[in-house]
């Protein structure tokens, strides 16, 4: 193997991002016996109005068959209180049930919903100080299914 003297680093475009994801899964198929075709299961779901806009969306995937994260879940503000980030944390826990994940986890700053997560199950493992800015947190979360 050659080693690069003077590497250049340059920004990734969609299609080589996912490029770099499909080597990893790659990789760690090699470590699970999961093909890697079945190692990332996307559940991206969304709350739309009947004009068809999207008032609130929930983004996760199940990894290895086992453990499901959660990357955003968001609500639009005017729509916050009815209970649409319940409803969508909960498919998604009921969709990775059924697929056989054992646990879910997410990250969550400070300003945002810690509480709501803590009333739905969840349960802090750990805290990352000033974390998205000085004197901020960010709160990692779990539930076992």
Not at 55 to 68: D, E, R, Y
Request: one cysteine or more; aromatic letters at 14%.
């Amino acid at each position: 193997m050659n080693v690069i003297k003077s590497p250049v680093i340059a920004i990734s475009s969609s299609e080589q991002k996912e490029w770099v994801i499909e080597q990893l899964v790659s990789f760690n198929s090699e470590f699970t016996a999961i093909p890697p075709n079945e190692y990332v299961i996307p559940l991206n779901f969304h709350i739309k109005t009947m004009d068809n806009t999207i008032i609130a969306g929930i983004n996760a995937f199940m990894l290895a068959k086992s453990t499901v994260f959660v990357s955003i879940l968001w609500v639009d503000k005017q729509h916050r209180g009815y209970d649409y980030g319940s409803q969508l944390l909960q498919y998604v826990e009921t969709a990775a049930k059924a697929l056989g994940a054992a646990m879910i986890h997410l990250d969550t700053f400070d300003f945002q919903a810690r509480g709501f997560y803590i009333k739905c199950g969840y349960e802090e493992f750990a805290c990352l100080e000033n974390s998205p800015a000085l004197g901020n947190k960010r709160f990692y979360m779990k539930k076992i299914l």
